[in-house]
Each structure stands twice: as structure tokens, then as C-alpha cells.
């Protein structure tokens, strides 16, 4: 099991920027991709961006350039640092990861709320 604790969503005006955090325990020696994804009002969730232990990144095409995801392995911490944020980018957003090769696990954030407003 491994549990993912979000924080550091908030209300920011168009143009500005926020920091997201995500916090995993439990069993974090057994993920191999993290990511953060999103959900807006009456839209499907969608992959904003995506690291895994490699360090190979990946992003969703309205985030590229915008926004930078990045992990510290000690803490067991990912971040997504968003930046020209525009109210497009309204929405939940969830940590997610991945566990195990052959069978694979994922696990949810609860979510924290990003609102940008114009």
C-alpha cells in the first residue's frame, strides 16, 4: 500500500504561479512512475505530467513549457511547479502513482483544488 498526501493548491489570479506538492508512504521503495493529473468540472481526468525513476518526464501538451515536475527522492516528495497559469488550468489536481512491474498497482491523492482566475 502506499498512501499520497497533496497539498499546496490554492485560488491564484491568471499569469501567476503555484507549487504543488505530493507527499507518498508506505510502501514508496516499490513505485517506479509518479504523476499528477487533473480534473476540470465536466471534463474527463487528464495526465499533466509524469516522472519516473529514471528521470525521464513527460507532459500533457496544454502544460508544456508551463509547467516542471520534479522528486525528491529522500522525501519521498514530488512536486509539480506551475507557472503562466491561466484559468484553463482550473481543476483538481491528483497525485498518482505506480507500483510493481509484472502486476501493476496505482494509487490516488485525494486531490487538491487549483483555481485560477481571470
Known amino acids: 500500500q502506499v498512501q499520497l498526501v497533496e497539498s499546496g493548491g490554492g485560488l491564484v489570479q491568471a499569469g501567476g504561479s503555484l507549487k504543488l506538492s505530493c507527499v507518498a508512504s508506505g510502501r514508496t521503495s516499490s513505485i517506479h512512475t509518479m504523476g499528477w493529473y487533473r480534473q476540470a468540472p465536466g471534463k474527463q481526468r487528464e495526465l499533466v505530467a509524469g516522472?519516473?525513476?529514471?528521470?525521464?518526464?513527460n507532459y500533457g501538451d496544454s502544460v508544456k513549457g508551463r509547467f516542471t515536475v520534479s522528486r525528491d527522492n529522500a522525501k519521498n516528495t514530488m512536486y509539480l511547479q506551475m507557472n503562466s497559469l491561466n484559468p484553463e488550468d482550473t481543476g483538481v489536481y491528483y497525485c498518482?502513482?505506480?507500483?510493481?512491474?509484472?502486476?501493476?498497482?496505482?494509487?490516488w491523492g485525494q486531490g487538491t483544488q487549483v483555481t485560477v482566475s481571470s
Open positions: 498518482n502513482v505506480k507500483v510493481g512491474r509484472v502486476i501493476v498497482a496505482e494509487y
Open positions: 516522472l519516473t525513476t529514471g528521470g525521464n518526464s
